[in-house]
């Protein structure tokens, strides 16, 4: 058998490039227009550039009706249980409010979305889900959707533009239905002003200002947005923590759930039965059995057959699992960045120079050697590798803060921590080192630990929190340090950036300043000026230190059985977007 390096039809860097999605037929970059928008799904998916294009003119009206990707092969067995390795459970139920896979993993089965990715094709296409055609007015300010007609939720109720509306608004105007309500994606939406119900089946989005709008085009085919019913939103206030069986309109019911798995079935009156992407849905009944990432247990179960895929195997099961019989690999890239971060709201973690002090000390490129074999990181900044905004990796390697701590770097971090009134580290506080229990992010809390106490002299308590629950505590600013990260969605800085130091930001960083870059980022369209904004938050970076980053992208790898037909084609480039699993069935 041949190795996972071998047997996928497309490997991308290790380095993360931008999210690839297709909005006109053919590469974006390349297209004569950048902005048009597919009247069909396209006959064959070409690759596109690894740059989101700018936009330097109002686009033209643009339409859509791709409702179903090519299909490419006819499944010719219905049924059978697919058994999945879930990472989780989740600590509660609102994808809303989640950023984690425990959620979204094992819960998108159950709902469609607006538009979606193709889940057959390495380079992700868009394509149409719940709206069979949309538009986007001449002056890039309204994007319009249609909706199918007839489509039902799992408990009966017909959908109509209201309930698109009211899922969005609990996305991007959480406080629509509760004060102080959590929504993860409010920075990704920031451009849009309003939320208008046209007509029964017509939603509207009208944008506060021009926005790329293959960035926003990505930011609605994302997984995360996940439709729900006004009547359900509206009755728990918005809040579906505690809400397990959120009725839906996708593939699969709600059939059981308790502490080792979760049970969905095919939904027997779904809208759009065996014609989606490979004459799919195929699947009777999901199994997603819980399992934690990156263990020796996870790989223990995709080996010995147990579960039929998994993701989230460790590099070095990862990368030679195609060389067991009957077992094949992709890689799937993600743009995240990572790092250390602190908790701005606590003293002394508001000081600029004892952030900056802890940066010159901690040392990123042995941090991501440390995970080598248990997590795919990829050394880098406060931007995506592989875009025009971020520093080349090599070009990191030499630069304070990022480079392996030389003596100069640690004796200026001596010294900056005395002239915040902490010489030697004496008087200061025991550090509360929020940490994740899983087996890359313990090892990160003891590498830091350790260098931390050796060149400044600072003690730190490691905190374990549980895998998905670990975001109450940081949303309630409950911790000095955590291994902070945002990304997860779009590789274009104006998608992420607000997301990690924008207004309500987990870290509390406050610097009006930036947030004001932030701003002007978004409502840029010139590529040239855009990466002269990103250069001064950089600076602004480089001098107060929100958070020490040291990644800017991640390798995660998949594994699964020859019996499994259907998925993506190849390696591929994107967030957490598919978990549907209306594109797969079983030869057994």
């Known amino acids: 058998m041949l190795s996972i390096f071998r047997k996928t039809a497309l490997l ?21 227009d950048p902005t048009s928008v597919p009247t069909s799904a396209p006959p064959t998916a070409q690759a596109t550039s690894t740059t989101v294009p700018p936009t330097t003119t109002a686009p033209a009206t643009a339409t ?33 409010a989640s950023g984690t896979i425990a959620n979204l993993g094992a819960q998108a089965g159950m709902y469609n979305q607006l538009i979606r990715r193709d889940p057959t094709d390495h380079t ?58 959590v929504s993860q994606r409010v920075a990704t939406f920031e451009g849009i002003k309003e939320i208008n119900v046209v007509d029964p089946l017509t939603v509207e989005f009208v944008l506060k200002g021009q926005r790329n709008p293959t960035m926003m085009m990505q930011a609605f085919s994302l997984q995360w947005n996940l439709i729900s019913r006004k009547e359900v939103l509206e009755a728990n206030n918005g809040n579906l923590r505690e809400l397990d069986d959120n009725p839906g309109t996708g593939p699969y019911v709600y059939g059981d759930r308790n502490d080792d798995r979760w049970i969905q079935n095919r939904n027997t009156d779904y809208w759009n039965a065996r014609q989606g992407p490979n004459d799919c849905p195929c699947i009777e009944t999901i199994e997603h059995v819980w399992l934690v990432a990156w263990t020796p247990e996870l790989a223990a179960a995709l080996l010995g057959g147990v579960v039929d895929w998994a993701q989230w195997l460790d590099p070095k099961t990862g990368r030679t699992i195609g060389d067991n019989p009957g077992l094949n690999g992709l890689i799937q890239s993600i743009p995240v960045v990572s790092g250390i971060g602190w908790n701005q709201d606590h003293e002394p973690f508001d000081d600029k120079r004892v952030r900056k002090a802890l940066a010159l000390v901690i040392d990123g490129q042995a941090l991501v050697q440390a995970n080598l074999d248990l997590k ?14 971020a520093t080349d990796p090599v070009d990191l390697l030499n630069m304070p803060g990022f480079r392996t701590p030389t003596a100069a770097d640690i004796a200026e971090a001596q010294a900056l921590l005395a002239e915040a009134g902490f010489p030697n580290g004496d008087g200061f506080p025991n550090i509360d080192m929020l940490t994740r229990d899983t087996a890359p992010s313990r090892t990160l809390a003891a590498a830091v630990q350790a260098m931390i106490k050796e060149n400044l002299n600072l003690n730190g308590d490691i905190r374990i929190a549980d895998v998905s629950g670990i975001a109450d505590d940081q949303n309630a600013g409950k911790f000095d340090y955590v291994n902070y990260g945002y990304g997860i969605i779009l590789s274009d800085p104006s998608a992420y950036i607000g997301q990690g130091f924008g207004p309500g930001n987990n870290l509390n960083y406050d610097n009006p300043e930036v947030f004001d870059l932030i701003t002007q980022l978004a409502s840029e369209p010139d590529t040239n000026k855009r990466i002269g904004i990103v250069n001064d938050m950089r600076d602004i970076f480089l001098d107060e230190w929100p958070m020490m980053p040291f990644t800017a992208g991640e390798s995660v790898f998949w594994g699964y059985w020859d019996r499994v037909k259907g998925l993506v084609d190849g390696s591929f480039t994107a967030s957490y977007e598919l978990y549907r699993w209306d594109n797969v069935w079983l030869e057994r």
């Open 12 to 32: 991308p860097s290790l380095l993360i490039g931008v999210a690839v999605v297709l909005v006109a037929c053919g590469s974006g970059d390349d297209a004569a």
């Open 376 to 389: 795919g990181f990829n050394f880098g900044e406060w931007f995506i590798n592989g875009t025009p905004f």
């Open 64 to 96: 859509a009706v791709p409702t179903q990707a090519p299909t490419a092969v006819v499944p010719d067995k219905y049924g059978g249980k697919l058994v999945l390795a879930a990472h989780g459970p989740p600590a509660h139920f609102d994808f809303y």
């Open 124 to 181: 992700v296409p868009i394509i149409g889900d719940l709206a069979e055609s949309w538009d986007i007015s001449g002056d890039g300010l309204t994007y319009t959707f249609k909706l199918h007609d007839g489509v039902k939720f799992h408990d009966g109720a017909l959908l109509t533009a209201d309930d698109v509306a009211a899922s969005y608004r609990r996305i991007i105007f959480p406080d629509t239905f509760g004060e102080g309500l």
